[in-house]
């Protein structure tokens, strides 16, 4: 195992989640006092387990068919058109 990759990863995936709408559910749901506070933090921290499991796969799957390079390209071309559609509805 590499440290350095659990640190970074850790800190890139916790950072991104922070105010996202994944939190903001888990919020509503936590402030609903019929919901257990432990079955509201089961249950979301299990959604990220199974989520971030399954984007582990697709990229192991996609690094055997494609260059790492273009994933990256992919992916932060991704980001930039998240960030310009969000301001723009802002």
Known sequence: MDIRVVLITFWTIFLAEIGDKTQLATVLYAADP??????????????????SGIGVLAGSFLSHQIRHRWISWVAGIGFIVVGIWTIIKA
Do not use: H, I
């Not at 019929?34 to 989520?51: D, P, T």
């Open 34 to 51: 019929g919901n257990k506070k432990l079955s509201v933090f089961l249950g979301s921290a299990l959604a990220l387990v199974v989520a």
